[in-house]
T-cell receptor, first 117, second 110 residues
Framework: GAGVSQSPSNKVTEKGKDVELRCDPI?????LYWYRQSLGQGLEFLIYFQGNSAPDKSGLPSDRFSAERTGGSVSTLTIQRTQQEDSAVYLC???????????????FGPGTRLTVT | DAKTTQPTSMDCAEGRAANLPCNHS???????VYWYRQIHSQGPQYIIHGLKNNETNEMASLIITEDRKSSTLILPHATLRDTAVYYC???????????FGGGTRLMVKP
């Protein structure tokens, strides 16, 4: 079946511009995660959506970062006034969180490579 | 979540078994051991997970010691496509975000 898809695959933007990154999770998956990975580094959690609950935004590095998930499916991560330190690969993952009690693996998309010049 | 320790890198001959160790001495009773891998320029890929018992799927086997303080991921017949960074993580039940440390860089050589 179709996996997690992300677009664009690559994005080059100038410092100060806003960018939007899109994630299409696996159909039926209620949980959606955003992470970022800088070159040669591990995974940094950004935000987590689960069903209709309020998202866990505890990983967002600044108020320039925001995300929304419409209709419990597609999610958009927005970075305003981009800075060079925002350059990284942004990864989206989804998980079914069913059937209970778990545990549940996360399925990752290919990522969006963001370069801020 | 418990911290894990893995060797930085390992080599394996193509066709041989790759045995990747992981220490998680502070694991608690309700925490699972998960393994993911990341092939160059791709997103992480789930491999296998376990709680107490050894597990096997089409990709790998997971051997967890009786005291649960360490585990070994076994790729029974490594191929060149298995060259990747392998991450061992310990997390509680549903919904937990993942945190990858350095992982083990496995190089499968012909």
């Amino acid at each position: 079946g179709a996996g997690v898809s992300q677009s664009p695959s690559n994005k080059v933007t100038e410092k100060g511009k806003d960018v939007e990154l899109r994630c299409d999770p696996i159909s039926g998956h209620t949980a959606l995660y955003w992470y970022r990975q800088s070159l040669g580094q591990g995974l940094e959690f950004l935000i987590y959506f689960q069903g209709n609950s309020a998202p866990d935004k505890s990983g967002l590095p600044s108020d320039r970062f925001s995300a929304e998930r419409t209709g419990g499916s597609v999610s958009t991560l927005t970075i305003q006034r981009t800075q060079q330190e925002d350059s990284a690969v942004y990864l989206c993952a989804s998980s079914s969180l069913a059937p209970l009690p778990g545990p549940y693996e996360q399925y990752f998309g290919p990522g969006t490579r963001l370069t801020v010049t | 979540d418990a911290k894990t320790t893995q060797p930085t890198s390992m080599d394996c001959a193509e066709g041989r078994a790759a045995n990747l160790p992981c220490n998680h001495s502070t694991i608690s009773g309700n925490e699972y051991v998960y393994w993911y891998r990341q092939i160059h320029s791709q997103g992480p890929q789930y491999i296998i997970h376990g709680l107490k018992n050894n597990e096997t799927n089409e990709m790998a086997s997971l051997i967890i010691t009786e005291d649960r303080k360490s585990s070994t991921l076994i790729l029974p017949h490594a191929t060149l496509r298995d060259t990747a960074v392998y991450y061992c993580i310990v997390i509680k039940n549903a919904g937990n975000m993942l945190t990858f440390g350095g992982g083990t860089r496995l190089m499968v050589k012909p």
